[in-house]
């Protein structure tokens, strides 16, 4: 893996997000059932180890249904920080503004979901990414992985997701 990027992507669960952005509304296909499982009002965070880049995750579907909001918010690497160098920051170092990331889909069969992020800028190239995530639901808790990818290149950059329901 050439290029350092990553998105948050995460995912919610991959899934589910809300926080800072225009919360458009997310479409969620399954059954009625396995679409039930997720209703309420879920955070979290995702990680990436490759890019160093981090944010929150936050998601809402009414019981009853189809349609949820949410969007996840990236920090690219050294927005809270700042650069690890000494002396001025390179562009590649430079704090970069936190990002927010629709939710473009997302699908629940049985206790697996997974869906797609709207494509978005990669911080480091300037360049559009995509990212699809996949997790499974364990009572309360949604967790799984991402893979974010440039769209003119081969180059695939993974990291984590973990969101949990609020309980009322």
Avoid at 37 to 50: N, R, V
Avoid at 51 to 63: A, E, H, M, P, Q
Avoid at 98 to 104: G, H, L, P
Avoid at 137 to 165: C, F, I, K, P
Wanted: aromatic share 6%; net charge positive.
């Amino acid at each position: 893996m050439s290029t350092r990027v990553s998105a948050g992507a995460i995912a919610v669960t991959s899934v589910l997000i809300a926080c800072g952005g225009g919360q458009s509304p997310v479409p969620v296909v399954g059954r009625e059932a396995d679409i039930s499982k997720l209703a309420g009002e879920w955070s979290g965070d995702y990680s990436s180890g490759e890019t160093g880049r981090s944010g929150s995750i936050l998601f809402t579907l009414k019981s009853g249904t189809d349609t949820a909001t949410g969007d996840v918010v990236m920090t690219p690497r050294y927005a809270a920080a700042g650069p690890t160098q000494a002396g001025p920051p390179s562009p590649q170092s430079a704090p970069q503004a936190s990002q927010a990331i629709d939710i473009r889909f997302v699908r629940v069969t049985g206790g697996q979901v997974s869906g797609s992020l709207a494509p978005y800028t990669d911080p480091t190239c300037n360049c559009p990414l995509h990212t699809t995530f996949v997790g499974r639901l364990v009572g309360d808790t949604l967790s799984g992985t991402y893979s974010s990818r440039h769209e003119n290149a081969n180059d695939v950059q993974q990291g984590r997701w973990r969101v949990v329901r609020k309980t009322p």
